[in-house]
């Protein structure tokens, strides 16, 4: 019953805060010196034709009207048509074809990093001292304070450019996708994993040594706590306090962490998608944003948000199953 | 010599035998030692960008060209890491994108930090409505998504100033030292010393600067530190995207240079140094917050 009131209570913070960032993106979108109808038109453009698109955007009425609309719109999914891509390619359509990948990078690279994460965090931690610690430690560190895109762009010019493992970019090989019907969904799963694989590299250097070294610092802490001390006491093997005592208890920090990191590793991701060529939404966003192409970056942005709190939801949700003094 | 002076002068003493305390703890860390060693060595760095401009006009990190090459060379002699597309000194602007990172980096953190602190004491001293509206505040920027938002600003914007970044950086970064800084003043605002400060008739205002705030300075140090680190590499991505400012010669932004040039694959000593500064920088910050901890949580020191 808690856990419905928890979930309930959670849903309705995140559509608030969902709601913060529409108007967010209302307000910055309005509020800036750029006017999208000088923007698009062509340079010979009169004031009479200004006035036209204008009022074909519905930029003429009051900011209040505007916000309905906008907020309307963004219920019904409605974000408008591209500025760029052809004739003004409609920005659902960009979106539904772009997400798929975005999600797919995203919560593989979310998962492994975290797992990976975890587990040299406890072990580290549990090894004090030796050399495992002291090397997992350096290199952690310096792999936390890595640019993203640095690294990426090394591993591309070692992995890809030189040694020729692995593609250059993209998600799929064109050849191989052409008659669609003829290759196997097996082989077509095992071309996106070859892809695959470098981003996903890319995105857990960046993100596990955080995790890893908070879990690790965690640990430490939970490990002077004075259960742990009475569990030793009792005999019980080391293995079992590291796993069912210290490692269980150090679950509800690193939940908060996790969150967090989640926030960081989306912008990363824009970044990782791009250099790769990644079709995603967070290379697509990059490139619209650069370009002035508002209404796909508008459109990009709200979602990559909505993306974001859902993966934060799910985590919470997730975890209060697992831990009852979640739901208080 | 007045009773004053004299009062002064042991109240000084104490500080400097407190600070050499600290500076001795500090240095049992190690960490926090090779931290300040980088840093010694990118602050020389810095104060180094000037020097090339003077030797010759083409050091000028920017707009300095070498008449006699307009394209990549390898190193040389005369360019000691070679020259970009566009034939400019790659080592003279590894210099000033030290200065750059540096500025970049701390003043960013410290607009940062001073925001969370403030934030922090205001809302664990006083508490009830204050509180909960900052603590909701923050909670919504903390799950913003900062980066796209700061790509959205300055694609707005049509290209973003170095000032603005750090504006922008300080604004979505507060959140997470000021909840930490929070629980801390909460703990502290019942110890008796607060107390006795309350009795003796403090006003709130000096109860939490004067008495609190020294109390929370270490933990808004280690999270500056933390905050240099997230900084410096926000602005490098930024620069890479293609949103830095086009006249600050900074890391990120040669790296844009050099992927923008397509001289990615070819040219190893235009694409390693400022990535590899760029992390050593970050690092050295990082490494001094963690001998911080250290010092602040005696938990985590080796046993």
Known sequence: MSMWRFIIRRSTEIVIIMFVIATLTFVLFRAMPSDPAGIMLDPMRTPEKVEIQRKLWGLDKSYTEQYFIFMKNLLHGEFGKSYHLGEGKDVYDIIKEKLPPTILLFTSTTIVAFSVGMYMGRLIAWRRGGKLEYGSTVVGMFCFSMPGFWIGLLIIWVFSFRLGLFPLGGMKTADLWMDEASVSIFLKALDILYHLFLPLTVGVIISFPGIMLMMK?????????????????????E????????ARNVMLPMVTVFT????????????????????GLGAEFLRAAMNYDYPVAQGAFII????????????????????????? | MSPQVYEKKTQWQKRMEKIKEIWRLFRETKVGLMGIGILIFFVVMAAASFIPPRIDEMYIPLYGVDQDIFTVTPPSLQHLLGTDSLGRDVFSQLLEGAKWALLIGVTAAVCSVVLSTVVGLVSGYYGGVVDTLLQRTAD????????????????????????????????LGWPGASKVIRSQVLSLRERPFIESARVSGASSFR?????????????????????????????????????????????????????????????????LPPGLCITLLALSFYLIGVGTEQIINPRLRKR
């Open chain 1, 239 to 246: 293995k079992k306090i590291r796993d069912h005592h210290a």
């Open chain 2, 140 to 171: 919504v920027v903390m799950t913003l998504p900062g980066f796209p938002l700061i790509v959205i600003v300055g694609s707005l914007l049509r290209g973003i100033s170095i000032w603005n970044i750090v504006v922008l950086i300080s604004i």
């Open chain 1, 304 to 328: 990559m948000g909505a993306l974001l709190l859902v993966a934060i939801l799910i985590t919470e949700i997730l975890y209060a199953f697992l831990d009852p003094r979640v739901r208080y």
């Open chain 2, 207 to 271: 109860i939490v600067f004067r008495h609190i705030a020294p109390n929370i300075l270490p933990l808004s140090f280690l999270y500056m530190t933390f905050g240099v680190t997230s900084a410096i590499l926000a602005e490098a991505s930024l620069s890479f995207i293609g949103l830095g400012d086009p006249t600050t010669v900074s890391w990120g932004m040669m790296l844009q240079w050099c992927y923008r040039s397509g001289f990615l694959f070819q040219a190893p000593f235009w694409v």
């Open chain 1, 217 to 237: 610092n965690v640990m430490l802490e939970t490990l002077g706590e004075d259960y742990i001390t009475t569990a030793r006491a009792k005999g019980l093997p």
């Open chain 1, 260 to 279: 967090l990191s989640l926030v960081g590793s989306l912008g990363g991701s824009m970044i990782t998608e791009t250099i790769f060529g990644w079709p």
